[in-house]
């Protein structure tokens, strides 16, 4: 059973920084790509960032690029998403995913696997 445990989210004022980490378990974890996605309340599930299962590849959601940067740490099972620059938009339950075909992936439909979910709240 593939496990995605999402952790680091919280309350940040405007400008500040968070990290997110995803650790995986029951599977090998090189052998899937990933990615993070957001969700506001009333709004529908979006695509943040994506990395493919070596990491030498990445892609971001317009609005986060230049501020949030996603990593992985094939040793420690784990993927990151530091956000730098965070503003009240940016608030959201923050979900990371897996996908067993390696590449970089942009809809929730490609994902195979999901974590429960971060909450992170952006103050102005």
């Known amino acids: 059973q593939v496990r995605l445990v999402e952790s680091g989210g919280g309350l940040v004022q405007a400008g500040g920084s968070l990290t997110l980490s995803c650790a995986v378990s029951?599977?090998?974890?090189?052998?899937?790509?990933m990615g993070w996605f957001r969700q506001a309340p009333g709004k529908e599930r979006e695509f943040v960032a994506a990395i493919t299962w070596n990491g030498l590849s990445t892609d971001y959601v317009e609005t986060v690029k230049g501020r949030f940067t996603i990593s992985r740490d094939n040793a420690k099972n784990t993927v990151y998403l530091q956000m730098n620059s965070l503003n009240p938009e940016d608030t959201a339950v923050y979900y990371c995913?897996?996908?067993?075909?390696?590449?970089?992936?942009?809809?929730?439909?490609?994902?195979?696997?999901w974590g429960q979910g971060t909450q992170v709240t952006v103050s102005s």
């Open positions: 029951g599977r090998t974890f090189s052998n899937l790509a």
């Open positions: 995913a897996a996908d067993r075909r390696l590449g970089l992936a942009y809809r929730t439909g490609s994902y195979n696997y």
